[in-house]
């Protein structure tokens, strides 16, 4: 009796000792990973001049009409097959290879055929694990039909996200935009984050990606900046972003020049009529851009007939389209010296990603124009769009 004791003592000993080691090793690795995170995290400065690849010598004249496309790709995996974990849905690599292949592919080809001037590309990966470790950027300008130029803003790089289960992993991933015009410089503006260590080390960097391109036969330049604004946080770090947006576009527009941003802004801009997708205060709910502050200078535009974004919270395709949350959280800022033509988002049912591309055309004022803002077409509020477009999937 006394021996089967010490055994049990002894036992239990030898598996308390391997649980404190076990402990102490999963500490010391946790440990190891955030100094390592720390140590190599993606720290961009505050401004920072970027390359700028391929040739155009193409300049827009003034009394050209400009078209310009705006699109989350979802770094090629968020499909209508896709859910996605941070949604509420299950996965966190939404597609295989193939299927990322096929998206990208169909990307492209619309683009093609869309044939903009000026293309804004969100959530494009460099070599992601998420994407197969493809260059994106590299395969979108290969397919790309014409010259043009071409530039890519980082604003998520980390070697491992270590959540959740599979892991992330590596992550390269940010803007791009391409212009059959010549760009003659491209500068990343940091955007403040609402984040601090060591959440931080896991976040997206977020940025504007400011492309200057000079206008034939004048001392002009058309200014178009690519953005992708922060989902998640409260509503004071977005404005926060808002701002630092807002004091660039002011200060070019202040200049005589003329200014486009667009992109994925993550809210919706308060001249939106949402009664078309009503949103589910269970589901994530997207806050609201008060734009009466800025609306003397600039025409705030998303359309509302069709979404632009769904939420990932299930696959779509094969799907109840009424079951549905979408949202409206892509669109244009454009300075009022400028004539808006037309702004439609194109219904392509989330196949390839889970955003639309959102379209706009602009008319450069010609040299006998008033350039103080009277022939700027639609005054600010919600572009009317495409009316012939569904309203939510293949339902409406």
């Excluded at 009409?65 to 979802?74: D, E, F, P, R, Y």
């Excluded at 395709?317 to 037309?342: C, H, M, P, R, W």
């Excluded at 004022?365 to 569904?390: K, Q």
């Amino acid at each position: 009796m006394r021996s089967d004791r010490k055994k049990n003592r002894k036992r239990k000993h030898s598996l308390a000792k391997f649980f404190i080691k076990l402990l102490v090793l999963i500490v010391f690795l946790a440990g190891a990973m955030l100094g390592a995170l720390t140590v190599l995290d993606y720290n961009p400065a505050d401004s920072e001049m970027i390359i700028i690849a391929g040739t155009s010598s193409a300049r827009p004249n003034p009394g050209d009409t400009i078209k310009l496309v705006s699109w989350n790709i979802g770094y090629g995996s968020l499909g209508d097959n896709a859910s996605f974990f941070l949604d509420g849905g299950k996965d966190v690599f939404t597609s295989d290879e193939e299927r990322v292949k096929q998206n990208l592919f169909d990307i492209t080809t619309f683009l093609n055929e869309e044939r903009a001037d000026i293309t804004f590309l969100q959530e494009v990966d460099h070599r992601s694990s998420r994407s197969y470790n493809n260059d994106q950027s590299v395969y979108i300008r290969s397919q790309i039909e014409g010259s043009f130029t071409a530039t890519f803003a980082n604003n998520y790089k980390s070697f491992f996200i270590p959540y959740p289960i599979p892991p992330i992993g590596k992550v390269d991933s940010g803007l791009l935009t391409l212009s059959v015009y010549d760009i003659n410089l491209s500068t990343r503006i940091s955007l403040p984050s609402p984040y601090t260590w060591p959440m931080s080390l896991l976040q997206l960097k977020r940025c504007l990606m400011v492309d200057r391109i000079p206008l034939k036969g004048s001392g002009k330049d058309l200014i178009v900046i690519n953005l992708h604004l922060e989902a998640y946080s409260d509503e004071e770090s977005h404005a926060e972003q808002m701002k630092v947006l807002m004091n660039i576009l002011e200060e070019e527009y202040a200049r005589g020049n003329y200014v486009i941003a667009g992109g994925d802004f993550n809210h919706t801009f308060s001249n939106v009529d949402l009664s078309k997708y009503p949103q589910d205060p269970d589901k994530w709910t997207p806050m609201i851009v008060d734009t009466t502050a800025f609306e003397s200078n600039w025409n705030v535009l998303m359309d509302s007939n069709v979404p632009s974004c769904r939420l990932l919270d299930k696959p779509y395709v094969d799907a109840d389209k009424s079951t549905f949350q979408y949202y409206i959280l892509d669109g244009f800022i454009v300075s009022k010296n400028l004539k808006i033509e037309s702004l439609h988002t194109e219904q392509l049912n989330f196949v390839s990603s889970d955003h639309n591309p959102v379209i706009l055309e602009v008319t450069i004022p010609s040299e006998t124009s008033n350039e103080s803002g009277e022939e700027s077409g639609d005054e600010s509020g919600e572009a009317s769009g495409d009316e012939s477009g569904d309203e939510s999937g293949d339902e409406g």
